[in-house]
């Protein structure tokens, strides 16, 4: 396992960031390697991001020294989204399958995490995102909806919702996985947004807010496109050039944005005080500086 330690930076010291300085302290440049799990620790809220890929073998989440914790969850919730092959995640001795775009939420209080794949040949791969948490909530199974059939006994549904216009090249589908509709948590909110074809930006118009931090992780973005994540200040943007399952962590003070080359999809995780989905300060395009 891998651990790395990402500290806070004021909004006025990324002012002066070259491209280098911003990859180093926002980008999460490798998510995924296998027979491993890769994590990132943000001191922005404390959140946990990274990627386990189980390929022949089973993988057991630990602590780490950085947590002072005798187990992972021991003060901390966890939500997980598989956009991988069809897996398994293990929760003291419960089995959970998770398939393709398939997620969890687990609460605080688990003390054993393990990860397989169903086959070694199309394995698994568990983005993980984790924040502190204060209370234990029930881990749920969440799927995406399935029209004309109810969800399956134990899973629950996500809540998707359809946003954006061609015209604006926006349309894209909301899958909302860790909100209050789906299931609790203490601060931590997670789902997955997919553009359709043809279209190129995941949050329009741009916004932030003040409240709650957020990550998100590109993927199904081709080998030879890219997205363009927009951060920074409205008055004083920029841009880290990202590539297919790689993740930016995005403060609070920072707007969240970007536009791709093709369409790709993603998922956002964020914790803070308000777990609100449309508790953001919209900031008007032609306002961007």
């Not at 093709?262 to 964020?270: A, D, K, L, R, S």
Request: charge should be negative.
């Amino acid at each position: 396992m891998k651990f790395d330690v990402r500290y806070v930076s004021h909004p006025d010291d990324s002012k002066k960031y070259d491209t280098e300085e911003l990859r180093e302290k926002y980008l999460i440049e490798k998510l995924f390697e296998e027979d491993d799990i890769l994590l990132t620790y943000s001191h922005q809220d404390r959140m946990i991001a990274g990627g386990a890929m189980p390929v022949k073998k089973a993988l057991a989440l630990g602590t780490f020294k950085e947590l002072a914790t005798e187990y992972f969850l021991e003060r901390r919730e966890m939500g997980v989204i598989n956009i991988g092959g069809a897996g398994v995640i293990a929760l003291d001795g419960k089995k959970y399958e998770i398939g393709h775009k398939e997620g969890i939420y687990i609460g605080m209080g688990t003390r054993e995490i393990t990860f397989t794949s169903a086959d070694a040949k199309n394995p698994a791969k568990f983005y993980i995102n984790s924040c502190p948490a204060h209370k234990t909530y029930p881990t749920v199974k969440i799927t995406k909806p399935v029209e004309g059939k109810p969800a399956p006994e134990g899973v629950r549904y996500c809540v998707q919702r359809h946003l954006g216009e061609e015209k604006t090249i926006n349309k894209r589908t909301i899958n909302q996985f860790i909100v209050g509709d789906v299931c609790e948590s203490c601060q931590l909110a997670m789902g997955m947004t997919e553009l359709a074809e043809g279209s190129a930006w995941n949050t329009l118009p741009s916004h932030t807010h003040e409240r709650r931090m957020e990550v998100y992780m590109y993927f199904e973005v081709p080998a030879d496109q890219a997205v363009f994540h927009l951060m920074g200040t409205p008055q004083e943007t920029r841009h880290i050039t990202m590539h297919n399952e790689q993740a930016v962590i995005s403060p609070s003070w920072s707007i969240h944005s970007g536009v791709g080359t093709y369409n790709y999809t993603f998922i956002w995780g964020m914790c803070g005080e308000n777990q609100a989905y449309d508790d953001m300060d919209n900031i008007k395009t032609q306002d961007l500086r």
